[in-house]
């Protein structure tokens, strides 16, 4: 896993007493990061089903990489780690290439205000961001 940061300080560097996932899906997970700074946070409505249903080659693979996210396999218990440890923690125990990144939305770099995106490599890709910037920025 590769890791590239800004020099300092940053928001990633804030102090959680502990963070638990139990059975949680990367959709989960990020939902649940977000909480830590945004609480009562939840992800915006996404369909149950992916919208392709035709029985093609294209179809199948889109609804494999839709439905990726929403697979079950995380369980984590950490204790007194920062934010980015928990990024990484899981996206190694996500595996699969599994990746994340944090991109801020204001200049003062706030938690508050930036997207936390977890992605795996073949297009599946899982950002949880705050509601008021994500409609303006979309």
């Known amino acids: ?6 020099k300092g300080a940053s928001a990633l560097d804030r102090n959680v007493p502990r963070f638990t996932l139990t059975n949680a899906s990367l959709a989960g997970a990020a939902e649940a990061v977000r909480r830590i700074f945004e609480p009562g946070y939840i992800l915006p409505d996404v369909p149950l089903q992916p919208p392709a249903t035709e029985d093609t080659d294209r179809a199948r693979q889109y609804r494999d990489q839709y439905n990726e996210r929403f697979r079950p396999v995380l369980t984590l218990d950490l204790k007194n780690v920062t934010i980015e440890a928990i990024l990484t923690a899981i996206a190694a125990k996500r595996g699969g290439g599994c990746g994340w990144f944090v991109e801020y939305l204001s200049d003062e770099r706030r938690l508050e205000d930036s997207l ?5 490599p073949g297009g599946v890709q899982v950002t949880a961001g705050p509601r008021r910037k994500l409609a303006a920025r979309y």
């Open 116 to 120: 936390v995106v977890f992605y795996v």
């Open 1 to 6: 896993m590769l890791i590239l940061r800004l």
